[in-house]
């Protein structure tokens, strides 16, 4: 059993005066589930550690990074033989180099990258670069689509189709977010309105191949082949924010998985390695237009970071070599269709969701294919949920609409546990 969690109380006490909401990312201070968000000292494989000295098994792997585990040999040593070199330098390294070749044999529609710090970073300059090269302003996001936090994607779908959209946050301009139409993912009829509409318009089409944000939802049949063919049609640029998907449902991502090719990558998370990173990549011809090569200006001080970059590298080479993919999946399969077959037993309707090692159990009875499913699923079963395997000794992400990740060290013997401590997690739930 858990001991308490008292030096996590008094960490978050003091927390919450000096950080908003106690935290540095919203999701980590545990709103959606109420109750204390553990502080970690230390992780290692599939385990985290917190500063009372609690393990738990992590569902969460940073919400996505650590698809190897938490300190991987290969990344550690990575990491330390270049701290021995220096932590930045102002100037290329030969490893930048090595990272963007092993991303280009991977991604064959990445010709040539650019390396930032994050994920937002990528797409906030993916979407620039889109409009550069288009001269055109519109972008379409799809709805609950995350992309990061810059202005152009926190924007809300209006009323009317593509219309009236506004800013989703306090602080966005009215006027960025008009230039933004808000979509309902997998419907083909708002795609054909877009085009007759705005076609001649449209800079950029950026969608989340899988979403993984909403919880995972997998795409519909034919529907990102379909973005393709609107991004063809129009002239528009597709970009795919593989941010998530990227190394992790294959080594080429869902351009491999799926069989579409995108204009502009966005990645992030597994390209570095538990770092810092990100990275937006295509065509040579478009992305030669970033500066200095092009007019485009994007730059960063600490960006292609040695020690990023060598995590990334390091990282990268591990999936490369040993493909872990099919038994990520598979594992991932056993535990859903697990905790599925006790939600049964216990009298709890949920519906297990999954793409390749990305899952989501979601707390209903219905199938979880659109936004609205999502968002109307069970909320409080999903709380009493995640409290009920917090208090066992797993990590789960404190919201139904962050994904279950898994890593190549949540072996089979884990994979046991955290399937019996799900089951009789469901169990109390039904009683
Ligand atoms: C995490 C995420 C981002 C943002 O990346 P940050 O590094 O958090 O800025 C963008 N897109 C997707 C799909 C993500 O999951």
Redesign the pocket.
């Known amino acids: 059993m858990m001991r308490s969690r008292s030096r996590s109380a008094a960490l978050f006490a003091a927390a919450v005066k000096r950080m908003p909401g106690g935290v540095s990312s919203p999701v980590r201070a545990f709103q959606a589930v109420g109750g204390l968000p553990p502080f970690i000292d230390r992780a290692e494989g599939p385990y985290l550690y917190d500063v009372d000295g609690n393990r738990y098994i992590d569902l969460v792997l940073a919400?996505?990074p650590h698809i190897l585990g938490h300190r991987h040999p290969a990344v550690i040593a990575a990491i330390t033989a270049a701290l021995e070199r220096g932590t930045a330098f102002g100037a290329t390294t030969a490893d930048e180099v090595a990272l963007a070749e092993l991303i280009q044999s991977a991604f064959p529609s990445i010709e040539m990258v650019r390396f930032v710090c994050?994920?937002?970073?990528a797409?906030m300059s993916a979407v620039r670069l889109a409009r550069a090269a288009t001269g055109r302003r519109l972008i379409v996001k799809f709805e609950g689509h995350?992309?990061?936090?810059a202005d152009p994607f926190l924007v809300a779908a209006g009323s009317g189709l593509a219309t009236a959209n506004q800013p989703s946050s306090p602080g966005v301009p009215p006027g960025t977010a008009a230039d933004t139409l808000v979509l309902p993912p997998g419907d083909y009829a708002a795609l054909e309105t877009v085009r007759r509409e705005h076609g001649s318009e449209l800079a950029a089409i950026i969608v989340?191949p899988v979403a993984?944000?909403l919880g995972v939802i997998p795409p519909p049949a034919g529907w990102l082949a379909q973005l393709r063919a609107l991004a063809d049609a129009t002239g528009a640029v597709l970009i795919f924010?593989e941010?998530?998907t990227g190394f992790r449902l294959a080594f080429g991502g869902a351009q491999e998985r799926f069989g579409v090719r995108a204009d502009l990558t966005?990645l992030?998370?597994v390209i570095g390695g538990g770092l810092p990173v990100?990275a937006y990549g295509g065509a040579r011809d478009l992305m030669e237009l970033v500066a200095p090569a092009g007019p485009v200006y994007q730059a960063g001080t600490l960006a292609g970071n040695p020690l990023a970059i060598q995590a990334g590298l390091a990282t990268l080479r591990v999936l490369q070599e040993t493909q872990p993919y099919a038994v990520l999946e598979q594992r991932l399969t056993r535990l859903l269709t697990g905790w599925q077959a006790a939600a049964r037993a216990a009298g709890v309707p949920v519906t297990p969701t999954a793409v390749g090692s990305l899952g989501s159990l979601f707390f209903t009875a219905e199938p979880v294919t659109t936004v609205a499913a999502a968002r109307a699923t069970d909320r409080v079963q999903f709380a009493r949920f995640h409290r009920a395997l917090l208090d066992r000794g797993v990590f789960l992400a404190p919201s139904p609409f962050e994904a279950i990740f898994l890593s190549t060290a949540h072996e089979d013997a884990v994979i046991d546990q955290v399937l019996a401590i799900g089951e009789e997690a469901l169990q109390e739930l039904g009683r």
Do not use: I
């Open positions: 919400y996505g994050s994920g937002t970073e797409t995350y992309h990061g936090h989340e993984a944000n924010d941010v998530v966005c992030g998370k990100g």
